[in-house]
C-alpha cells in the first residue's frame, strides 16, 4: 500500500481525496493547505489529519512526524518550493496536477527528478491524456488538416486552459487557435477539430465529475510506483503502457 499525502484541499483536492480514501491500493495520511482558511467541506474521514505547512521548515518537520510515500498536488504552483526539497531529500514521488507553472518551476521540477519520481500533468485526467495521444496521432497522418482547440470551463476559472496549451504544443499548433469559452459550473471540456476536405474530425473530452482528477492521480500513482527516478508526463505513462501491450501482442 503505497501511503499518500495530499496537497490542497479546494474543490479538486475534495474530490481527489475521497477517491484516494476508496481505493484499497493506497492510504491518504493526511492533507496539507498553505492557509488555515476553512474549506467549503469537511475532510473526507475524520481520521485523516489536516495541517496548515506555509515554509519549507513547516513541511521537513510535519515529513519527519507524519512520513509518506508519495504527495499529490492539486494547490498552487508555490506549494512546489515549500515541500520541493523534502521530495529531493527522501525520494518522495511526486504527482503535480497544477496547470499554471512557469517555466522556471518546470525547471525545478526537473532538478527533483534526478532523485525521485516526479510526474508533472496540467490535466490529470485519463481520458484527456487520451484525446491528446489520439490527436498527435492524427496531426502526423493529416498535418495538412485545419486544427481549431475549443476549450469550456467554470465562469471563474481566469485563465487560458493549461490543458488546451498542451495540446496545441503537443500538436505543432499557435495558441491563437485556441477559443476558450467560461459558461456557468462546466467542470471540464476540451475539443480538438481537424477540418479536412469533405470530412471533420472531432476529439471531444469532457470532465464530467473532479472525481475523474482523482482516478488520473491514482493511475499516475501506480505507473510511477513501477519506474525509475526521472520526470514524467502522463504521455510517458501512457505510452509506457501502449509499448508493453504492442510488445506482449502476439503475432499474426
Known amino acids: 500500500m503505497i501511503k499518500v499525502g495530499l496537497v490542497g484541499f479546494g474543490k479538486a483536492g475534495q474530490a481527489v481525496a475521497q477517491v484516494l480514501q476508496d481505493d484499497p491500493r493506497y492510504k491518504l495520511c493526511w492533507i496539507a493547505r498553505r492557509s488555515a482558511v476553512a474549506s467549503a467541506k469537511p475532510a473526507p474521514d475524520a481520521g485523516v489529519p489536516m495541517a496548515t505547512l506555509a515554509s519549507p521548515d513547516d513541511w521537513g518537520q510535519w515529513l519527519d512526524a507524519h512520513p509518506v510515500d508519495s504527495l499529490v498536488d492539486f494547490s498552487s504552483p508555490e506549494s512546489l518550493h515549500l515541500y520541493g526539497e523534502q521530495v529531493r531529500r527522501r525520494g518522495l514521488m511526486l504527482v503535480s496536477a497544477i496547470s499554471a507553472y512557469s517555466d522556471a518551476d518546470l525547471a525545478y521540477a526537473h532538478t527533483l527528478a534526478k532523485d525521485a519520481r516526479v510526474l508533472c500533468s496540467p490535466n490529470i485526467t485519463v481520458g484527456i491524456n487520451f484525446l491528446i495521444m489520439a490527436a498527435r496521432l492524427l496531426r502526423k497522418i493529416a498535418p495538412f488538416a485545419d486544427v481549431e482547440i475549443v476549450e469550456q470551463h467554470f465562469r471563474e476559472k481566469p485563465e487560458v486552459s493549461g490543458t488546451a496549451r ?59 510506483a513501477q519506474c525509475e527516478n526521472g520526470f514524467y508526463t502522463f504521455d510517458d505513462l501512457m505510452m509506457r503502457m501502449v509499448r508493453k501491450e504492442l510488445l506482449n501482442r502476439p503475432a499474426q
Not at 178 to 200: A, C, D, K, M, N
Open 166 to 224: 498542451k495540446i496545441a504544443q503537443s500538436i505543432d499548433v499557435d495558441e491563437d487557435r485556441i477559443t476558450s469559452l467560461r459558461l456557468g459550473g462546466i467542470v471540464g471540456h476540451h475539443e480538438v477539430i481537424f477540418g479536412f476536405p469533405y470530412q471533420t474530425v472531432r476529439l471531444i473530452h469532457n470532465s464530467i465529475e473532479r472525481r475523474a482528477f482523482g482516478t488520473g492521480a491514482a493511475f499516475a500513482l501506480a505507473e510511477l
